[in-house]
């Protein structure tokens, strides 16, 4: 444990800046859509020279603090479902112990290279699939100037009267426990995969619980609080936690969380779903091009070293641009938002609506 | 400045200061705080502990500093349960005998 401390990064005004920078662009982000920030600031870290664990859990440390502002700030705008994200939360943490389990027997089988590959692959085809069918509902959407429907599939399962059934008040719908809990299941095993359960949570609350994006994205903010703290007391018993990284992170996330739970009430209910599938299809196009360095560690494929290279870097950067890129929608949204807000003539949207249809 | 604007000021500055003092308090001796507080097992609570009260103390703050900006949450598109409709009062005039002589 010492040693681990001892190898603590040294910290300059340039690395405090970036952490700052990427602290808040991630707590604007997780504050709108409930998730996100996580999959920047890790590799961020590491590129600091800060080693893997050290930053998983310095991560996860200011990840449940910030969750919690968020969760409390949304809970006062009406928005958080606390039975929901409770539910979820247990279920998520049996989750994340069985999606645990799988990485480590996959570490047993085909090493540190194998690992890497396997949460490349999950996350490109869990982004792909869940973002894809996201960024298309949001787009629909956008295009028919429709307000949130509950999906088909959600419709349906809170028809089915399996005991016990259980009524979610401000999700404002009825649905079984039993559909509710692999929702919270597959949450934990992303989040134990990939480190951004949220990426699942979110859509799973939406399309198959019957949420709104509104409720799914503010309820998510709890399951990752539950989650960080968890997960954190675990990282923190091994000695893992950099106490001044999540101090410097949570500076810049506590003030874009709150101001990306403001903007939820000026923008339209869709605008959620914009947000989370463009930000998951730009990590998805990511984490593509960061498998071929796995690949050729593993033989599966022969590549240049310097390709490898030019490849990992151009991973990260699209990373950053991912993150960048839900900002300024969120902030440009924000911003007609409250030009929209500010004039007498204008038609009433947001939290409202996006509560009452569901 | 309107006295609301300038409580909210004070507010902002209290706390922007307890902020500064805690942030000052950990990195005066940034490197020793991290190695002691990643000693593990029960010193685990240290580190749990400190962003809790981080994230009272600079979240109160940064909540206040958008709020000075004017920044703040749409009052009208916040969800409130619908209030029930009180039921009006009525004018029920006592009956009066009147004499028809």
């Known amino acids: ?358 | 400045m309107s006295k609301k604007r300038n409580r909210q000021a004070g507010k902002t500055l209290l706390f922007g200061l307890l902020s500064i003092t805690l942030y000052a308090a950990v990195f005066s001796h940034g490197t020793a705080v991290a190695q002691f507080f990643a000693r593990g097992a029960w010193y685990a609570i240290l580190p749990i502990l400190t962003v809790f009260l981080f994230s009272f103390v600079h979240g109160a703050f940064a909540s206040h500093v958008w709020t000075l900006l004017g920044i703040e949450a749409r009052k009208t598109a916040q969800h409130r349960p619908e209030k029930r409709k009180a039921p009006s009062k009525r004018k029920r005039p006592r009956p009066r005998l009147q004499l028809r002589a």
């Open chain 1, 1 to 358: 444990m010492h040693d681990i401390a001892a190898n603590f990064i040294h910290l300059n005004w340039l690395s405090v800046l970036f952490l700052f920078l990427v602290g808040f662009v991630g707590g604007l982000v997780s504050g709108f859509i409930g998730s996100g920030g996580a999959f920047v600031l890790t590799p961020g870290m590491m590129s600091l020279g800060v080693p893997g664990n050290v930053a998983v859990a310095s991560n996860m440390c200011h990840k449940f603090p910030k969750a919690l502002v968020g969760a409390y700030k949304r809970f006062k705008y009406g928005q958080v479902d606390l039975k929901l994200g409770l539910i979820m939360a247990v279920s998520a943490t049996v989750g994340v112990q069985v999606g645990i389990q799988i990485q480590h027997w996959i570490l047993a089988q085909w090493g540190p290279a194998g690992s890497n590959l396997y949460v490349s692959l999950a996350f490109v085809v869990v982004l792909v699939v869940i973002g894809g069918y996201v960024f298309y509902d949001a787009w629909k959407l956008a295009k028919t100037g429709a307000s949130e429907k509950v999906s088909d599939l959600a419709k349906r399962l809170q028809k089915i009267n399996l005991r016990p059934m259980i009524h979610f008040k401000t999700a404002n719908l009825r649905i079984s426990l039993w559909f509710t809990v692999p929702v919270g299941f597959a949450t934990g095993m992303l989040a134990a995969t990939i480190a951004v359960g949220g990426f699942i949570g979110v859509p799973g609350m939406i399309y198959v619980v019957g949420a709104s994006g509104l409720v799914s994205s503010a309820t998510e903010l709890v399951v990752a609080f539950v989650m960080g703290l968890g997960g954190t007391a675990n990282w923190a018993w091994h000695g893992m936690v950099d106490i001044r990284l999540t101090l410097i992170i949570l500076a810049g996330s506590l003030f874009g969380v709150q101001l990306g739970a403001i903007g939820t009430t000026y923008v339209k209910d869709y605008m959620i779903k914009i947000v989370m599938g463009s930000i998951m299809l730009i990590v998805a196009v990511s984490r593509g091009l960061a498998m071929p360095k796995y690949m050729t560690q593993l033989n599966l494929l022969i590549m240049k070293e310097d390709m490898v290279a030019l490849l990992t870097k151009a991973s990260f950067v699209l990373m950053c641009v991912a993150l960048s890129t839900g900002a300024v929608i969120i902030l440009g949204a924000m911003w007609k938002g409250r030009r929209a807000a500010a004039s007498p003539a204008v038609e009433e949207v947001g939290t409202a609506s996006g509560v009452a249809t569901h």
